[in-house]
């Protein structure tokens, strides 16, 4: 989403014989789209040549979910004193500026070693959490565990948060096993009923799909181009899910507004892999200034 930025300069005088100038810390406001922005959540400030009378400078660094940098001056002039020896307040200098792109932060990490393991197996617990990423859900730490082994599991919150939107299940026995690795079936589960909150019943062009408790999911993903299979024409519905092929279903399913301009954070994920563009899509990190929150 564009953002028209805003950037009001209130130029604040003294009171006295002595004239106080432009004080940093309060006198830039930054508007978007009639919304105030927050100072060191949104932005941060730097002035130079602020002292003493004449042309400063100021510069806003956008950060959190905003990328960018500007520089803008303005004219640091001396109070005049009113006939009670006060001083006046200045008026304020309005600055349009260009627009400032709000851009969706990476949705997955990888591991400490700065691998992301594409061809592994993710888990549940992973993939669910990276789902609810991508759709920014709001995690639901507080309250009661949606399942009976998530209670006290790191993925807790995201878990609750994605049974709450009801795209995820757990098994008849009240459990989640978040530490199980996700088949290619219940992963086109999810993703499927992220779009449609009621799945008809349509038959798969996969011939190992037919008949399988997913079919109808898969065959809603492929129809919309969510989904493929392998060179032999099967879908493969109870193999685990690689994490590559989840970033580049999630990426499908998903509008997110990508950074023109990433860097892939991880060495074993070459320009040669199929899935190299999905991951970067889905975890690329700052480049040549870009910020993302982290």
Known sequence: MKRIIAILLILALCIGTTAVFADAAEDVVVESEDTILKKDIDYTLTYRDNVDP?????????????AGEMERTFEIKKAKRTSSGGGGRGGSHVVVVEPVTKYDPPYITGYE???????????????TTAIARAISLDTQENGD?????????????????????????????GKFRPDENITRAEFAKIIAKLSEKE???KSASFPDAKGHWA????????????????????????KPITRAEAVAIINRAVTR?????????????????????D??????IEKKGIYYEK
């Open 257 to 277: 507004n990508i950074a023109p301009d990433l860097a892939m954070p991880f060495t074993d994920v070459t320009p040669e892999h199929w899935a190299y563009q």
């Open 54 to 66: 004449g042309t400063a400078t100021v510069t806003i660094k956008f950060i959190g979910n905003y």
């Open 215 to 238: 079919e109808s999911y898969v065959a809603v993903l492929a129809e919309k181009g969510g989904v493929t299979g392998y060179e032999d024409n099967t879908f493969r519905p109870d």
């Open 113 to 127: 070693d700065h691998t992301f393991h594409p061809e592994s197996a993710i888990t549940r617990a992973e993939a």
């Open 145 to 173: 565990a949606a399942f009976d082994d998530v209670a006290s599991h790191w993925a807790k919150g995201y878990i609750n948060a994605a049974a709450d939107l009801n795209i995820v299940n757990g098994y008849e026995d």
């Open 199 to 201: 799945i008809p019943k």
């Open 279 to 284: 991951i970067l899509k889905a975890a690329g």
